[in-house]
């Protein structure tokens, strides 16, 4: 079972927390335990109100429902029509809409609407009828609270915030692969938390790939299914050095960067090659409030990222990325920054080159700030996984014996997948709609 402990620290309301953490432990709390992953907050599924009155508002074309707990819902008649549930409009197979958009008038009364069987029943113009499932209804109720509780239930989006004192998420490895709740308390915790340490998996290469089979598959790249991070001759990457890895997310040069990462020890050196990350959520956060100015820069100018090389096979790698992006709403959404891979090529007129370099020093040195990052070092068999979109991470240089030197092996995901998994654990777990 995962176990962690710390006092939650969640978007808005961060609170520096003391202590600096070395080696990951499997945190023992008393109090709260195992118990907290296993515990989350059950998703919003509507607890099933039933219908008191549903009437049709013409004029405005559309349906109103008024529930027993005295809310109050509306539903637009063409959504209603759109979104017939009938075989005929359904394919129950794929539960997906077989009803042709060009079948589809975008201006539809409605005849009637009767309540039968606890079921809210609707006769269309053309005398095609629609039957609903009030709990259906209920969840997908157009008001701001109902569709932001669906919309964490479907993308868990809340995150929660750490620094370097993070007590690291951790659980053991044969459990996540063998069961179920231990599976979905990892998933749960990558998701919020954005890194979950497993111990227990043997000290050899084929380890990541096992355990991205427990999602479903891996993301290819240029390096390979599965890549080894050793001291290489001729290195055609940074990482393949015995070298300094500051802090860094993988793989901005792709437009679209992978989601997770694992990355597992198989042998660790003799001296040097501890671990760093930064929660770079929390940093770009921070940056807004204390330089404005440079969160602006970095989530409006583009970068360009460069990788060419041959590995699986040979590559000219080219993107342009914000370091810090955000979403519409102005949410931080991604970090992309490795600093081995951004280009020489810069493409934005020369005046703008000296704050473009100001404001990436002012984000890198608060995201090195010794209060900022959690420090590690991974033992054989131990295994890391996080949210390559969130954290930075880095490694401290390393003595390297050639061959039989350090060895991790690294795999890559999607968030897509790895939502997906989650989505099917909770529901096989948690029994959730
Ligand atoms: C570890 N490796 C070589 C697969 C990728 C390193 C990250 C990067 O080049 O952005
Ligand atoms: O060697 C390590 O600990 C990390 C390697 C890394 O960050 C990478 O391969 O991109
Ligand atoms: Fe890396
Ligand atoms: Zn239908």
Redesign the pocket.
Known sequence: MLSYLTRWVSRGAFQALKGASSRPQLVKTPHIGNQTLAAAPLPFTGGSPGVRQARALDQERLLQIDWDDGSCSLYPFTWLRDNCQCPHCTLQSAQARSLLFSNLDVHTGMDQVQLMDNKVSITWPDQHSSEFDPDWLKKRCFSSEARQALQEELFLNEREYWDSSLQIPTADFQEVLHDDKAALAWLEALRRIGIVYLRGAPAEQGQVARLSQRIGYLRLTFYGHTWQ?QDKPMAN?V?YTSGE?SL?T?YPALHHPPGVQF?HCVRQADQG?E?EAVDGFHMAEQLRREDPEAFNILSSLRVDFTDSGADYCDFSVQSKNHIIDVDSEGRVTRINYNNATRDSVLDMPVHQVQPFYSSLKAFVELLSRPENVFTYR?EPGDLVTFDNWRLL???KSYLSRGQNSRH?E?AYLDWDEVMSRLRILQKAVRGDS
């Open positions: 991070v990457n990482a890895l860094h993988d990355l090659g671990s991974m991470h880095g490694r991790l690294g």
